[in-house]
Nanobody, 118 residues
Framework: QVQVVESGGGLVQPGGSLRLSCAAA????????MSWYRQAPGKERELVAR????????YYADSVKGRFTISRDNAKNTVYLQMHSLKLEDTAVYYC???????????WGQGTQVTVSS
């Protein structure tokens, strides 16, 4: 059974840091590109960062470049999102996604809340 489970969210002050984890089960993480998305209240879900399955190619939204880092540990079947210098506007529910391939559907986790507040 495919599972993608996020953890690590919470309440943090502006300028603080958090590390989100995405634990994958039921599939070989190494075969898939993985992404972090976020959705703030009243806004559409947006792509934050993506890491490819080959040669570690990366994508970051302009709003998080230089502050967020996506990484993966295929041996642990886990993807991470390290977030530094958090801003109020980073407040959102953060979702991990297994990206689709020509042969497999994408798969979303349930999300983890990140709240940046003083």
């Amino acid at each position: 059974q495919v599972q993608v489970v996020e953890s690590g969210g919470g309440l943090v002050q502006p300028g603080g840091s958090l590390r989100l984890s995405c634990a994958a089960a039921g599939f070989n993480l190494a075969d898939y590109a993985m992404s972090w998305y976020r959705q703030a209240p009243g806004k559409e879900r947006e792509l934050v960062a993506r890491i490819s399955n080959f040669r570690g190619g990366f994508y970051y939204a302009d709003s998080v470049k230089g502050r967020f880092t996506i990484s993966r540990d295929n041996a642990k079947n886990t993807v991470y999102l390290q977030m530094h210098s958090l801003k109020l506007e980073d407040t959102a529910v953060y979702y991990c996604k297994r990206e689709p391939t020509p042969f497999r559907n994408g798969y979303w986790g349930q999300g983890t809340q990140v709240t940046v507040s003083s």
